[in-house]
T-cell receptor, first 117, second 109 residues
Framework: NAGVTQTPKFRILKIGQSMTLQCTQD?????MYWYRQDPGMGLKLIYY???????DKGEVPNGYNVSRSTTEDFPLRLELAAPSQTSVYFC????????????????FGPGTRLTVL | KQEVTQIPAALSVPEGENLVLNCSFT??????LQWFRQDPGKGLTSLLL?????REQTSGRLNASLDKSSGRSTLYIAASQPGDSATYLC????????FGAGTTVTVRA
């Protein structure tokens, strides 16, 4: 199993550009998450999904969009990039046997380091 | 709002010394607490998960305790090795995972 994979590893964007960060998991997990990690700070939740077709906002969703058309993929879209979106982005997944809260261990991808200039 | 604090932010110890990493949180209504390891430029790896009903969890040289009523957890790493050098993150799970900023550990050979 590859686990959680993310592409690209690094990206530099100009202000106002758009891009999509890709995330794929091969563990058949129903829950998927996007976090951002700023220097010296803990991870903050951007969006999450409890299954294909269902997404919800986390703590810091402004400036981002997500979709979940399959169990495996959970892309994160940045529209009109701003310097405040310079960060490291992590995708994670977990499993829950029900549609309720998933409290199981989350498995993380290696991250995408994004710089907006 | 859940606040998770990890002190100290950085720690340097000689090889063989035991490590003690602290985590505190403000709201004790949690489902579980997790400790993660993060290597530079890499993702997070889960080390231990303690359910809210548990007092401690052990895996090899690692032992984590949880005192939910006082809002504290401690991660102990016995007989530290240079390979233990990394950033250790604590996260509490109420309706979502709330992370601390981490403690960066350097084990000197």
């Amino acid at each position: 199993n590859a686990g959680v994979t993310q592409t690209p590893k690094f990206r530099i964007l100009k202000i106002g550009q758009s891009m999509t960060l890709q995330c794929t998991q091969d563990m058949n997990h129903n829950y998927m998450y996007w976090y951002r990690q700023d220097p010296g700070m803990g991870l903050k939740l951007i969006y999450y999904s409890v299954g294909a077709g269902i997404t919800d906002k986390g703590e810091v969703p402004n400036g981002y969009n997500v979709s979940r058309s399959t169990t495996e993929d959970f892309p994160l879209r940045l529209e009109l990039a701003a310097p405040s979106q310079t960060s490291v982005y992590f995708c994670a997944s977990s499993y829950s046997p029900s549609s309720g809260l998933s409290t199981d261990t989350q498995y993380f991808g290696p991250g995408t380091r994004l710089t907006v200039l | 709002k859940q606040e998770v604090t990890q002190i100290p932010a950085a720690l340097s110890v000689p090889e063989g010394e035991n490590l003690v990493l602290n985590c505190s949180f403000t709201d004790s209504a949690i489902y579980n607490l997790q400790w993660f390891r993060q290597d530079p430029g890499k993702g997070l790896t889960s080390l231990l998960l303690i359910q809210s009903s548990q007092r401690e969890q052990t895996s090899g040289r690692l032992n984590a305790s949880l005192d939910k009523s006082s809002g504290r957890s401690t991660l102990y790493i016995a007989a530290s090795q240079p390979g233990d050098s990394a950033t250790y993150l604590c996260a509490v799970h109420d309706y979502k995972l709330s992370f601390g900023a981490g403690t960066t550990v350097t084990v000197r050979a």
